[in-house]
């Protein structure tokens, strides 16, 4: 399988850490092989080969923080687009900075990987939330698969049990902790750490978007809300039709206040159905301290998933981090190209 990466930051060099890792039990269980023919990337440059591109050093080369070009092949000079144009590739791995408001430049480069007849596999949250119908006619018209299960709690196979675990059910509601930066930063503010200093560490850890704001607002919760009305409920709803309230508001000594009465902020996502009416929020919630989420500390997320046939079913595991979301990546791809 012939994959190129458009984005190289925590996300794809995650993926590409465990591509390495897992090449043996990908070949031998999967009859997997990937050759990577490209990785472009905005900040650490481009490099291209239609021969084969040697993922050990590209992970080298930016560990040293030098270009991609001056340890792991020849420099590419156009830009994605170009690199999506070019390349015979039989998949495209976006990983690139999540916008939320335009999508872009994700949207354009997904489009342009499955007109050229390119499986998608993408862990960027705007152009599910934003385009998701749309991608998803565009890549059914050409008979490439478009599959996204990092965008929502990162490798914790939460759209995967949606779709296909709890196949036939109805979904009534699903509720939970879908932010990992926010979970973490409200857990080491009750611990003691000032946010500013939380936050810093939660950006370090690799958990926070390239423009924490859309986590500490409350926006990274609601692409995924967004993503999870559309894909699992149907909605047509876009991000800010939604109301959503981050965390941004909440001190310490709210924090220590809650406790005191027995509660704990965290801050709720919500998607649950109205008659024909999807309705959706976000927003920080007191949440009693004997109830299940309560208890979801760190950069971890869960969502309890209300159903017509199992009752609540909740679902715990990582919500952000390189490894995680690389991960996601690596079952998508298992999923297009794996045989058992
Ligand atoms: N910034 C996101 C979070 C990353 O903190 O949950 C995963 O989507």
């Known amino acids: 399988m012939r994959i190129i990466f458009i984005g190289f930051g925590t996300v794809g060099q995650g993926l590409a850490e465990l591509l390495l890792e897992k090449k043996s039990i990908l070949l031998k269980e999967y009859g997997l092989d990937f050759t990577t023919i490209g990785i472009?990337?905005?900040?650490?440059?481009?490099?291209f080969n239609p021969e084969g591109i040697d993922l050990r050093k590209a992970l080298d080369t930016v560990k040293k923080e030098a270009p991609l070009s001056e340890g792991a092949?020849?420099?590419?000079?156009?830009?994605?687009?170009?690199?999506?144009?070019?390349?015979?590739?039989?998949?495209?791995?976006?990983a690139t900075y999540t916008d939320i408001k335009t999508a872009e430049p994700a949207t354009s480069h997904i489009k342009k990987a499955i007109e050229r007849g390119m499986h998608v596999v993408t862990t960027n949250k705007g152009p599910v939330a934003l385009y998701?119908?749309?991608?998803?006619?565009?890549?059914?018209?050409?008979?490439?698969?478009?599959?996204?299960?990092?965008?929502?709690?990162?490798?914790?196979?939460?759209?995967?049990?949606?779709?296909?675990?709890?196949?036939?059910?109805?979904?009534?509601e699903i509720k939970g902790i879908l932010n990992g930066t926010t979970n973490y930063?409200?857990?080491?503010?009750?611990?003691?750490?000032?946010?500013?200093e939380a936050l810093k560490k939660a950006q370090e850890f690799g958990y926070a978007e390239a423009m924490p704001d859309a986590d500490v607002l409350?926006?990274?919760?609601?692409?995924?809300?967004?993503?999870?009305?559309?894909v699992i409920f149907g909605a047509k709803g876009k991000p800010f039709d939604y109301p959503c309230e981050g965390i941004t508001g909440i001190s310490s000594s709210a924090i220590a206040d809650?406790?005191?009465?027995g509660k704990r902020f965290k801050l709720i996502g919500k998607i649950w159905k109205e008659g024909n009416l999807v309705k959706a929020s976000v927003e920080p919630a007191e949440i009693d301290l004997s109830h299940p989420l309560a208890g979801v500390m760190g950069a971890t997320n869960a969502i309890t998933i209300t159903t017509d046939t199992l009752g609540e079913v909740t679902i715990v595991g990582s919500g952000a981090g390189k490894r995680e979301t690389g991960y996601s990546m690596l079952v998508d791809l298992i999923k297009i190209g794996g045989q058992k």
Do not use: C, H
């Open 40 to 47: 472009s990337d905005t900040l650490k440059g481009s490099i």
């Open 73 to 94: 092949g020849e420099k590419y000079p156009g830009d994605a687009l170009a690199m999506i144009q070019e390349a015979n590739a039989d998949v495209m791995l976006e």
């Open 132 to 172: 998701y119908n749309e991608l998803n006619s565009l890549a059914k018209n050409k008979g490439v698969q478009f599959l996204f299960e990092g965008t929502v709690m990162s490798g914790t196979p939460v759209l995967n049990l949606l779709r296909e675990t709890l196949a036939a059910s109805t979904i009534q």
């Open 185 to 196: 930063i409200l857990t080491r503010m009750e611990e003691g750490l000032s946010y500013e």
């Open 218 to 230: 409350g926006w990274d919760a609601l692409a995924k809300v967004t993503i999870l009305a559309k």
């Open 258 to 261: 809650a406790k005191s009465r």
